[in-house]
């Protein structure tokens, strides 16, 4: 995989590459799984296809922080499918009741809602199998910090507690405050742990953490501040996803509080300010600095 080559830079080339390492890794992380229909379930979402943005933030980041990417791609591979599970249960009827994803009728649809609810809990389950158990050559310390940065994520104080603000505040008038709350924890929160384990498996220390941790934030509300206004603007053909759902949903978004040229304006400023953050890292942070423009400048 590629280190960080600062002569040549080439981010759409580290991209490519990186990608292609992480949809290996997924292919081959779901094993063995039985029975069929879950094993079915579970890869129909999980290979899917999507940008995969978290693994790769991660993989820079154990980069940027002097580690080899390779150790990093078992955690990487745990965060997407964390990141799986999450659009799993949220496409349910239950939630957000959708029926597209990643180009493709939800879970849910094909699976009917039960195998999709317990394919969601076997990715999740096995995303920390993929740390504790299946990450040769990290030192354990390192990983059982890793263990714990995904548990916090991934419940109340990170992606479920987010979840049930969103879910409470539906057809109700939101303020930027809240709207804030919700996003820093359903989208913000995950984001955050992609570059704050990265680094961890390298043995980054406090300053470098706390320098991601202000990035994280930054490019997290700047992530669902473009994702409002994808909604709005982007098909649902380009989005893979059903376009407009906001409004029909009568939610609460950024282009609804602010309009749509002050939200790109705030994204763009978020972004900004967390590539300020890394700046000190030199040549090192050249790919988490184009991660955080490529997630300002996506049409998807
Ligand atoms: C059951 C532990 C547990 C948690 C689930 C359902 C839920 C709690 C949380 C919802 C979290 C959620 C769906 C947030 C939205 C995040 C977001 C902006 C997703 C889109 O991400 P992209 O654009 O999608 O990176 P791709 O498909 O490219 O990966």
Known sequence: MAQINTQNFDFEEYLKETKKVVEEALDSSLSPEKPEILRESMRYSLLAGGKRIRPILCLASCSLAGGDPKLAVPTAVAIEMIHTMSLIHDDLPAMDNDDLRRGRPTNHKVYGDAVAILAGDALLTRAFEMVSLRSPDVDSVRLLNVVGELSLVAGAPGLVGGQVVDLECEGKKVDLETLEYIHLHKTGALLKACVRTGAMIAGADERLLAALTSYAEGIGLAFQI????????ASSETLGK??????????????????????????????????????PWGENANYLISLADYITNRDR
């Open 226 to 233: 473009i994702d409002d206004i994808l909604d709005v603007t």
């Open 242 to 279: 059903t376009a407009g759902k906001d409004l029909l949903a009568d939610k609460t978004t950024y282009p609804k509080l602010l309009g749509l040229e002050e939200s790109k304006k705030r994204a763009l400023n978020l972004v900004k300010k967390a590539k300020e953050a890394i700046i």
